[in-house]
């Protein structure tokens, strides 16, 4: 039998090349997909679900108003450019599909609200008070955070479809996020629970808080219809400002992506302060209180508590 000493062991090792001793060489990391997401709720839910797999854009960025916007060619741009794209559904985004057809876009469309149970626009579940047109569906579900859950198993499945390699990641990063969905909607439910029926009244800009009224069983009227770019009438205002003195309401609040000036003057003739920012379709700007969904979702919800206690 052959035997080696350490000094032999050693000639030998440093007689041979360099490249005999090579490392195994390291998996090399995959590219970050580009994905493009409709507007910034969208695109905080589809980092999470990706995280360093996914590179997101934004097409209506944070504090702007999905319901007004334009594309440019930079969107453009960003669209053809995504092997993915991530859009709410439910008549949120009318502009979009002129886009997606002006591009050509071939990639990966994520209907983020598949699934989801529709409010009818013109439902009394969160006390509409105005005279809009209706008969469409109410885009805003994610406002209800159970129906996110399955906004980012949606996102999950079209990542897993362009990306097959990252399924696992996709799935174990949706399972962790939906933990917390659950948490913090275990959370909300019992901050509203707290206060009594009589007080759990709402003011805002526009219809943007139906699923979110209706899951915590609360009252939500606005001057303005399902969209911020519904015109309200003078006699819709009038009525809503009787209304609010006779009920004596004082949480009555703008959103962070709308213009406040029609909520300022309904707060002025009804003798009420307007209360901060809510944020409804928007993000808003990092370090700010509704940097990402639960942030934005935690802020509403002590916000609106906060206003309701002085009804």
């Avoid at 047109?133 to 906004?151: F, L, R």
Wanted: glycine share 6%; net charge neutral; proline share 6%.
């Amino acid at each position: 039998m052959l035997k080696f000493s350490a000094a032999a062991a050693l000639a030998c090792a440093t007689a041979l090349p360099l490249a005999a001793f090579a490392q195994t060489p390291a998996a090399k990391v995959p590219a970050p997909m580009p994905v493009t997401a409709s507007f910034s709720i969208l695109a905080d839910l589809t980092r999470v679900v990706g995280g360093e797999r996914v590179e997101v854009q934004t097409l209506v960025a944070a504090n702007q108003d999905a319901h007004v916007f334009e594309p440019s060619p930079v969107d453009a741009k960003k669209l053809l450019q995504a092997r993915v794209l991530v859009s709410n559904g439910l008549g949120f985004e009318p502009w979009l599909g002129k886009l997606v057809k002006a591009v050509s876009y071939s990639g990966i469309q994520a209907v983020a609200s598949k699934g989801v149970k529709a409010m009818a626009a013109e439902g009394d579940d969160h006390e509409h008070g105005h005279g809009h047109d209706h008969g469409e569906s109410d885009p805003h579900a994610w406002q209800d955070p159970t129906n996110v859950i399955t906004y980012v198993r949606n996102i999950s499945a079209a990542l897993s479809q362009a990306d097959p390699t990252g399924a696992p990641v996709y799935q174990a990063n949706s399972a962790a996020y939906i933990t917390q969905l659950r948490a913090f909607d275990t959370w909300a439910q019992a901050q509203f629970a707290a206060l009594p029926e009589a007080k759990r009244r709402v003011i805002t800009s526009h219809d943007a808080f139906g699923y979110f009224a209706k899951h915590y069983k609360l009252r939500f009227r606005a001057p303005q219809g399902i969209s911020s770019e519904a015109e309200a009438s003078a006699k819709d205002v009038a009525a809503l400002v009787r209304q609010i003195k006779r009920e004596k309401t004082k949480a009555v609040f703008f959103e962070n992506m709308s213009n406040p000036k029609l909520i300022t003057q309904l707060a002025a003739e009804a003798g009420v302060k307007l209360g901060p920012a809510l944020y409804a379709d928007a993000l808003s700007a990092p370090g700010q209180p509704g940097a990402t969904y639960l942030e934005m979702m935690r802020y509403n919800v002590n916000t609106l508590v906060a206003g309701m206690q002085q009804n």
